[in-house]
């Protein structure tokens, strides 16, 4: 069998608004929401399969800090999605800015950066 990403955690200094543009953009759901490590919050958004854990802790976030108190912590999120041009859309409707667009296989491609700074890649493979 082969093995796949179930979820991955990090860090925002708002899980809910992060969870709230999600399920607009992607069309997720908050699976799961309670307290989680070091006296932190935590809200699961994503598929039944699939989701992505958004931690902040007691304190607000600061960069440069352990991993579970660090905006930002990771390169870029890919999200892969049917049609780009209609999520591209959402994204800005969001108030999210749109960039590096680029076109070479396996597919379609924008980027964009959310409040907390954390990069997004949009995916559509032909």
Request: glycine share 8%; charged share 20%; no cysteine.
């Amino acid at each position: 069998m082969t093995a796949q990403l179930e979820h991955a955690n990090f860090t925002v200094s708002d899980p809910a608004a992060t969870a709230h543009w999600m399920e607009e953009l992607f069309g997720w759901r908050i699976r799961w929401q309670g307290d989680a490590i070091s006296g932190g919050h935590t809200i699961h958004v994503g598929t039944d399969s699939q989701y992505l854990a958004l931690y902040t802790p007691p304190k607000p976030p600061q960069a440069k800090t352990d991993s579970y108190a660090q905006l930002a912590g990771l390169n870029h999120i890919a999200v892969t999605v049917e049609d780009l041009e209609k999520a591209e859309a959402k994204v800005k409707t969001l108030g999210f800015v749109t960039k590096n667009h680029a076109d070479y296989e396996p597919g379609r491609r924008f980027y964009f950066h959310d409040n907390d700074g954390i990069e997004y890649e949009v995916v559509q493979y032909d």
